[in-house]
């Protein structure tokens, strides 16, 4: 199995990459990244552009790439602001992939999101298969993505999957511009200040996921055997349904002066209201054995743990 991750010093590449490497060996996994980072990855990192489609094709050919995680992306806070920008990345660089992947016969792993759904989606434990009309840029591309993944399926027989994540808080790589990036400042902000001004009222409840449970839905959805997936693209998974407040509980559990107040960002609460409170996750359960190990408090445990020793903060 040779490795192609596209995206990958963003929060979830980042982590990603080195459980790859750790399973499948540091020759097996090609890093990318648009962005002149300092990747600090026990594999080769190449500097790639997923809209410079010759480039991205030259490096899948060179290295008998087979499996293709596709992670590049702009998030959907991102989005909002630069909604061409979010088409562009968002759809043509899918495409640019899946072309690249039906030439040179590669599977690929595709994310989608919470953000896929929209305000007229059912709220609460949100089905496998449901109405799917999101208002904002990025649950657009996300929605048409999955679609998109699809058609590649069916019509050129690519073996194309994919999870809707949920939000992600991890202790790495800071999140890329999305709606749900309070979840991890808060646990910066706790360690270094006891005090966070968050930008989501306070009982805006969303799904969300600790990345260790995050990184193995990725893996394990794409070792099962294809012929045990009919929902191939876009799983429903989630970890937990919380809300701001929750969060600072959990929290207190452990720093008990913590402190939480609210400044609301009305575009990123918009689009937080059009997301689902919680996901119903049984067809990634029944189909490929999906299980998050995480809830809030032991991740909030691990989180302040691994934060404290990175940023040399006791509590
Ligand atoms: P991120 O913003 O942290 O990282 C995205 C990476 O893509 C960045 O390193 C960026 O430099 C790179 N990139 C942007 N444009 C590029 C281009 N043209 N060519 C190559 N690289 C480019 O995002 P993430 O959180 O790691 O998300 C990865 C995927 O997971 C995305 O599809 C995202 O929509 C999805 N997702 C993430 C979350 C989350 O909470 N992190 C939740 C749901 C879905
Ligand atoms: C975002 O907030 O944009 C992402 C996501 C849930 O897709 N974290």
């Given at each position: 199995m040779k490795i192609l991750v596209t995206g990958a010093l963003g929060q979830i590449g980042s982590e990603l990459v080195d459980t790859l490497v750790n399973r499948y060996g540091s020759s097996n996994v090609i890093a990318t990244d648009k962005k002149n980072g300092?990747?600090?990855?026990?594999?080769?990192?190449?500097?790639?552009?997923?809209?410079?489609?010759?480039?991205?094709?030259?490096?899948?050919?060179?290295?008998?790439?087979?499996?293709i995680y596709h992670l590049?992306?702009?998030?959907?806070?991102?989005?909002?602001?630069?909604?061409?920008?979010?088409?562009?990345?968002?759809?043509?660089g899918l495409r640019n992939i899946l072309n690249i992947a039906r030439k040179y016969n590669c599977s690929v792993f595709t994310p989608s999101s919470i953000g896929a759904f929209g305000p007229n989606t059912p709220k609460n434990k949100t089905p496998q298969d449901t109405i799917q009309r999101p208002t904002s840029i990025y649950g657009v591309t996300k929605v048409a993505g999955e679609l998109l993944c699809d058609y590649y399926h069916c019509k050129y027989g690519v073996d194309t999957r994919g999870v809707r994540y949920p939000g992600i808080i991890s202790n790495k790589t800071l999140p890329g511009g999305g709606t749900t990036d309070?979840?991890?400042?808060?646990?910066?902000?706790?360690?270094?200040?006891?005090?966070?001004?968050?930008?989501?009222?306070?009982?805006?409840?969303?799904?969300?996921?600790?990345?260790?449970?995050?990184?193995?839905?990725?893996?394990?959805?794409?070792?099962?055997?294809?012929?045990?997936?009919?929902?191939?693209?876009?799983?429903?998974?989630?970890?937990?349904?919380?809300?701001?407040?929750?969060?600072a509980d959990s929290i207190r559990k452990f720093i008990p002066d913590f402190e939480i107040e609210y400044q609301v960002d009305r575009k990123r609460q918009k689009i937080a209201d059009s997301w689902p409170n919680s996901l119903d996750d049984s067809a990634a359960r029944e189909e490929w054995g999906w299980n998050s190990k995480y809830d809030l408090d032991t991740m909030t445990e691990d989180m302040l743990e691994k934060l404290s020793n990175k940023l040399e903060i006791n509590y």
């Open positions: 300092k990747p600090d990855f026990a594999c080769q990192f190449i500097n790639l552009d997923v809209l410079k489609n010759k480039q991205v094709e030259k490096i899948v050919k060179a290295n008998d790439i087979n499996v590049a992306a702009v998030l959907s806070a991102v989005a909002e602001g630069d909604p061409d920008l979010a088409w562009q990345v968002n759809m043509q309070y979840a991890v400042e808060i646990y910066y902000e706790a360690l270094k200040k006891q005090k966070y001004t968050c930008f989501l009222e306070k009982d805006t409840v969303l799904d969300m996921m600790y990345m260790p449970d995050a990184i193995e839905a990725a893996i394990k959805l794409m070792e099962v055997p294809a012929d045990e997936l009919v929902h191939r693209n876009a799983f429903n998974i989630t970890a937990m349904s919380v809300s701001p407040q929750d969060f």
